[in-house]
């Protein structure tokens, strides 16, 4: 199984971020998809799930502003965070699963700039 | 939210030594319905994603070297590197899916002493 992201590294203050995940490889129905970041030098913060189907749980805390979509037949996951500030700066990670995360994407570091 | 705290910070541990990871979380992550632990821990080293070591709580992901454990249930878990080797430097953390949100420990940060 293989995770490739993609999308802009570099976003202005109250721009939307757009990442893509395309998966290879094994199975993509029947899977959880999880998204996590990880702001430089610090720790892990899930963003939240989307199961193949399409149902979602998001983080209480970024709940308002992450939209998370699948896409079976192109085998492909996408994440939206609205509203980006400083502090959503961070290296964003796809990852199989719902529980333990056993695949991960390469990881897409974001930046974001006032 | 469930709080999942890591000791020690960091540790250093000479080549062929054991070393032992604790992961203490606010509230218990053993689902009886189940009778499993809802714990994993994983490694990162610079530059890449986190690699799956253990999943619930005890249970080696495949391919990982039998020198890597992990025990204990309920609110206190253990990873142990039995035989510290250089390719095992790297932090180390600690999930709980046991509820939402999935929650990890701030990370354990392992050296070569």
């Known amino acids: 199984v293989q995770l490739h992201q993609s999308g802009p590294g570099l976003l202005k203050s109250s721009e939307t971020l757009s990442l893509t995940c395309d998966v290879s490889g094994d199975s993509f129905s029947g899977y959880y998809w999880s998204w996590v970041r990880q702001p430089p030098g610090k720790g892990l913060e899930w963003i939240g799930y989307?199961?193949?189907?399409?149902?979602?749980d998001y983080n209480p805390s970024l709940k308002s502003r992450v939209t998370m979509s699948v896409d079976a037949s192109k085998r492909q996951l996408s994440l939206k965070v609205t509203s980006m500030t400083a502090a959503d700066s961070a290296v964003y990670y796809c990852?199989?699963?719902?529980?333990?995360?056993?695949?991960w994407g390469q990881g897409t570091l974001v930046a974001v700039s006032s | 939210d469930i709080v999942m705290t890591q000791s020690p910070d960091s540790l250093a541990v000479s080549l062929g030594e054991r070393a032992t990871i604790n992961c203490k979380s606010s509230?218990?992550?053993?689902?009886?319905?189940?009778?499993?632990?809802?714990l994993s821990w994983y490694q990162q080293k610079p530059g890449q994603p986190p690699k799956l070591l253990i999943y619930w709580a005890s249970t080696r992901e495949s391919g990982v070297p039998d020198r890597f454990s992990g025990s204990g249930s309920g609110t206190d878990f253990t990873l142990t590197i039995s035989s510290l080797q250089t390719e095992d430097v790297a932090v180390y953390f600690c999930?709980?899916?046991?509820?939402?949100?999935?929650?990890f420990g701030q990370g354990t940060r392992l050296e070569i002493k």
């Open positions: 990852a199989r699963g719902r529980f333990s995360l056993d695949y």
């Open positions: 999930q709980q899916y046991y509820s939402s949100p999935v929650t």
């Open positions: 509230q218990s992550v053993f689902q009886s319905s189940y009778n499993k632990d809802y």
């Open positions: 989307i199961y193949y189907s399409g149902s979602t």
